[in-house]
């Protein structure tokens, strides 16, 4: 009898295994998952927002379009270029492939004489390849382009932060990529990144929020400075070509 009992409590366990294998293959592999690298979340609210100012507010004609990621949305383009008109299309935690989904929901209804975009950075922080997110954003910036043939179109380069510090390396590989394109697909590559390292070559800390990723006040500043002169320069080009025509 003793035996008996042992033998059913060895061969018990195994009746159960193929039950056990068929419940963990039935789960889902979220190893691949997407991550989403931004708390600023989520993505519907604030495009429906976007869908409610276009119907709300008149259209701005010859704006300059900011596009992209949180760093674009927590950006005050309103107060920092109060001498031009300005729409911003900029959502927390996009990566590029957010943008391209979203696009069509993402342009205003006057064409805008400047777009600047920013995107890419939460692609790498989600494990996105650099190769792959240049060759996006190079996607994006060409069907701007399409849409827009005659507005200046400017990315603004990935820049670094204390916390993303160590993504810098394909940061800048990015960066390099998207420039080494930018007279080839007729966009401007402008360098926003330079601005916010402090002397020694690192991340600036002053110039960011609490968490390291957003920039605060001070940051933004240093943006507003490059990206106006950008403008100003924009600006004048039209102008001597309106005098020459």
Known sequence: MQRRATLLC??????FLPAFALSQA???DTSLARVNADPLFPFSREIEAFAKAEEKDPAVPDAALFLG???IR???IHSSFPDVGTVNRGFGGATTRDVLHYYPRLLPHAKPRSVIVYVGEN???GGADPQNVAREVLALLKRLRADY??????YLSLKPSPIRWTLWPKMAAVNMTVAARARV?????VDVGRTLLAPDGLPDASLFRKDGLHMNARGYDRWTRVVDAYLDRM?????RAVATS
Not at 10 to 15: D, E, G, M, T, V
Request: no cysteine; aromatic share 8%; net charge negative.
């Open 149 to 154: 043939p005659k507005a200046h179109i400017a």
């Open 10 to 15: 060895a061969i018990l366990p195994l009746l």
């Open 69 to 71: 990621s949180s760093s």
């Open 74 to 76: 927590l950006w005050d």
């Open 123 to 125: 692609d790498l922080a």
């Open 185 to 189: 697909q007729r966009f401007d590559y």
């Open 26 to 28: 039935a789960e889902p």
């Open 235 to 239: 600006q004048i080009a039209d102008s």
